[in-house]
């Protein structure tokens, strides 16, 4: 017999971003969805497995979903019921770093609090799972979305912050010895949503061999170009 079923839906996600290695992540659109429920009399645990999660042969005993929703059950010093049914479908890639692990352990664990009425907050689920995957940089977007810095401290404690990427501005200026010029690189992202991002870049070359008069004097200033562009990710 059917006790109750919850349903959840978690991002997948990108870390190591820039100097971030381990610590920096960012959620991504796409998506992890889970239909979880009891059944008195059945087998421990059963997953239905659809979408990209097809890929994955592991026993469901072993499945990150199930050792999410261990984790949860032990953190909050609830025993782990029998009967535990798992029907998800993702449409994040699996093994390509875009987080497919730790969504489906955020996943697990977020099944279980809602279904066993737990009584942990997002920082207990964010450190129970950064302990079973090993990687909060894709436990902690999976939880609190968009980006995020995590940075595991003693006694098991985890510091998570948001970090602000809608608007950013980076620029370089390269020196060239052999053509005699400095090129110069700014870009302006703003990101409207993961996946949606509008870039305006601007280029420009400058001449530095600069020959005496009377010679004749080559333009300062050389391939200058704006350029507006926008990205949109589109999962197939």
């Known amino acids: 017999m059917t006790v109750a079923t919850v349903q959840v839906r978690v991002p997948g996600s990108t870390s190591n971003v820039g100097a971030g290695f381990d610590c920096v992540g960012i959620a991504i659109d796409r998506r992890l969805s889970a239909a979880v429920r009891l059944e008195q009399g059945g087998a421990p645990v059963r997953i239905d497995r659809r979408g990209t999660l097809q890929a994955v042969t592991v026993p469901a005993d072993r499945d990150s979903l199930f050792a999410g929703f261990v984790a949860a059950c032990r953190g909050a010093g609830c025993k782990v019921p029998g009967g535990v049914v798992?029907?998800?479908?993702?449409?994040?890639?699996?093994?390509?770093?875009?987080?497919?692990?730790?969504?489906?352990?955020?996943?697990?664990?977020?099944?279980?609090?809602?279904?066993?009425?737990?009584?942990l907050d997002d920082a207990?689920?964010?450190?129970?799972?950064?302990?079973?995957?090993?990687?909060?940089?894709?436990?902690?977007?999976?939880?609190?979305?968009?980006?995020?810095?995590?940075?595991?401290?003693?006694?098991?404690?985890?510091?998570?912050?948001?970090?602000?990427?809608?608007?950013?501005?980076?620029?370089?200026?390269?020196?060239?010895?052999?053509?005699?010029?400095?090129?110069?690189?700014?870009?302006?992202?703003?990101?409207?949503?993961?996946?949606?991002?509008?870039?305006?870049?601007?280029n420009e070359t400058l001449n530095t061999d600069r020959p005496e008069l009377p010679l004749p004097q080559p333009p300062f200033t050389r391939l200058r170009a704006f350029v507006v562009k926008y990205t949109h990710t589109m999962g197939l």
């Open 86 to 119: 798992i029907d998800a479908t993702s449409e994040i890639p699996i093994g390509r770093g875009l987080g497919s692990s730790g969504a489906a352990t955020v996943a697990g664990a977020l099944a279980a609090r809602a279904l066993l009425g737990l009584e």
């Open 124 to 202: 207990a689920l964010a450190r129970l799972c950064a302990d079973v995957e090993h990687h909060p940089d894709n436990v902690a977007p999976a939880i609190y979305g968009g980006a995020v810095l995590a940075v595991p401290g003693p006694e098991g404690r985890l510091t998570v912050a948001p970090l602000d990427v809608h608007a950013s501005l980076a620029s370089f200026i390269q020196h060239d010895n052999a053509d005699h010029s400095i090129g110069i690189n700014t870009r302006l992202r703003y990101n409207f949503r993961e996946g949606r991002d509008l870039w305006i870049v601007y």
